[in-house]
């Protein structure tokens, strides 16, 4: 049976992408789920107006049934090649890459790379860190230069630090090869306009595809009840819902899929490329969403009609229109439009700034980075042939991690990775995230808190330090691979023995870099230092325009549009 890539073919010719949803079931549930699957895939497969089915990755835990094993009874019965998404949650790099691999030997191009979301049943003595959204684009491209690549992006975020965060590491992820992004789901349809608004300003020509969520009451209490990872629900927006619900079942659900439609319409009139809903797992389900929209596209042909249309699906029952944002909420931009291509950077978005014990850590790590490692120091000078003899033997190696530890621990929050990248990080140790992300922050996110709910987020700091230094561009440029076998070894030893993997910035020939960040972002990332030895950034063009041209031509004119 031939396959086809019917959603690379709709983002090449700019037809409007439906996806149906699957969450693999547990292993315990039993063979019976997979019989839906098949049902739903044999379905699409016979449906030119959905493109494909997408596959969750570890949804409901680690004891899902296999991503890939679905991927693979998905093209099979549709003969449509369906979108995975791989998670890096619970894998260490070369069990993420494993799974890629399998992918790829399997036929199935197309994923979204994710780091994921919190597992249930997180609290395992034997952490893994999650591996990293940004390195498993890098390598996928490596791994399958034609694979279609889709990147998470949440702009869903309203306190500065991490609306930044989360922009700046969708550059990164798009330098690093990603061929469209996905949006985290939210009825926020200012943010969805904000992102896209965003993408054209800096030059960023990939498709979006907006993903949406069909709240039943059940869901919205869990997600007003904060229990949805970075997905946020406003006050208002729960009211809303519940006025609807206490119409009864039929009229409650009739609000629910308008208000669907009605957002399918929206990011449709922003130039988004497509739809992925979550919530609608059921082939007929997603068949009458497509036909509710083709019906009220009829009537809401403008962005006019849409705002008036939006405005009477969402006022209260005391008058009020809905809020979707929390109070104080931060957006990119205001009621204008920015023009096309018109940005070189993060644009200046809020008054955060480094708490003076924040910069007082960056100075000193700093300078005892420069004393003892930068390359040509007197301190580099010493510490290399002392390295080198320690890491000879095993007790010069014991003797060496435990000093290392013991210093680094108290400071930093080391956890002997050995693989030392708080250069990288405004000096932050990436292993404070409880997900070990390096390269950026998941989108778990809530009002700058960690998704862990126990700290701030490790890339807030990183972030402030960065604005403060004028060093942003870093972050949406320097590729910090993930730590592979040197767990539990010192990094000084491996630092001056040149056994760590290689910085690299990968920038692409789309998005346009400022003269004040080509003018003064130094090849090192430290604030005045070379980089040590192994360490050296390797500057790498990331040749994106070779990836899928015609899909970006698309989404250009679409911006322009
Ligand atoms: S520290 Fe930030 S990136 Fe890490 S898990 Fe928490 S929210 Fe996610």
């Keep these: 049976m031939s396959h086809q890539n019917g959603i690379r073919q709709a983002l090449e010719i700019g037809e409007f992408l439906y996806t149906l949803e699957h969450v693999p079931a547990l292993q315990s549930e039993g063979p019976s789920a997979l019989l839906a699957l098949v049902r739903n895939a044999e379905l699409v497969g016979r449906d030119p107006r959905i493109r494909g089915i997408n596959i969750g990755d570890r949804v409901k835990g680690r004891d899902c049934v296999d991503t890939v ?160 990872p970075g997905v946020h629900m406003s006050d208002d927006l729960f009211n809303k819902i519940s006025e609807e619900h206490a119409l009864g079942k039929p009229l409650a659900q009739q609000h629910y899929f308008h208000r669907l439609a009605l957002q399918v319409i929206g990011v449709k009139l922003m130039g988004y490329a497509g739809v992925q809903l979550s919530g609608v797992d059921e082939y007929e389900t997603l068949c009458q969403v497509i036909e509710l929209v083709d019906d009220l596209e009829k009537t809401v042909r403008s962005r006019l009609d849409w705002n008036d249309a939006w405005r009477d699906a969402h006022r209260l029952q005391d008058g009020r229109e809905v809020i979707f944002s929390p109070p104080g909420g931060i957006y990119l931009f205001g009621t204008t439009r920015p023009s096309p291509g018109s940005l070189d950077a993060l644009p200046r978005i809020g008054d955060a700034q480094p708490g003076e014990e924040e910069m007082r850590q960056y100075r000193k790590m700093s300078t005892v980075h420069d004393l003892a490692f930068k390359k040509g120091s007197t301190g580099a000078a010493v510490m290399k042939p002392l390295m080198r003899v320690m890491g000879t033997s095993k007790l010069g190696h014991a003797i060496t991690l435990k000093l290392e530890h013991s210093i680094k621990a108290p400071l930093l929050g080391c ?60 972050l949406e440029e320097v590729l910090v691979p993930a730590v592979q076998g040197t767990r539990n070894t010192s990094s000084w030893i491996n630092e001056f023995s040149g056994a760590v993997p290689l910085v690299r910035r990968v920038k692409t020939t789309a998005a346009k870099k400022s003269a004040s960040t080509s003018a003064t972002t130094p090849v090192t990332t430290g604030a005045t230092s070379t980089p040590p030895l192994a360490k050296a950034i390797e500057d790498v063009g990331v040749a994106h325009a070779n990836v899928d041209p015609s899909i970006r031509a698309v989404q250009r004119m679409r911006n322009s549009g």
């Design 69 to 228: 094993e679905c991927g693979r009874i998905v093209l099979e019965a549709s003969g449509k090649i369906p979108l995975l998404h791989l998670a890096g949650k619970g894998r260490d790099p070369a069990q993420a890459n494993a799974v890629y691999r399998r992918a790829l030997d399997a036929g199935l191009t197309n994923m979204l790379l994710v780091s994921g979301d919190r597992l249930p049943d997180e609290a395992r003595p034997d952490r893994i860190r999650y591996h990293d959204s940004v390195v498993a684009v890098s390598d996928v491209r490596h791994m399958e230069p034609g694979a279609l690549i889709a990147a998470a992006v949440s702009p869903f975020k309203y306190r500065e630090e991490e609306l930044a965060n989360q922009y700046l590491k969708m550059a990164k992820k798009i330098n690093a090869g990603a061929s469209y992004l996905i949006t985290n789901c939210g009825w926020d349809m200012r943010k969805f306009e904000e992102l896209a608004w965003y993408c054209n300003a800096r030059g960023f020509t990939i498709p979006l595809v907006a993903n949406l969520l069909l709240p039943s009451m059940g869901w919205a209490r869990g997600i007003h009840g904060r229990r949805l």
């Design 415 to 474: 956890e002997s990775c050995g693989f030392c990248r708080i250069e990288y990080l405004m000096y932050k140790c990436p292993e404070t995230c409880p997900k070990g992300l390096a390269n950026g922050p998941c989108s778990g996110t809530d009002d700058n808190v960690c998704e862990f709910k126990d700290r701030e987020c490790i890339h807030n700091g990183k972030y402030r330090i960065a604005k403060a230094l004028g060093k942003l561009a870093e």
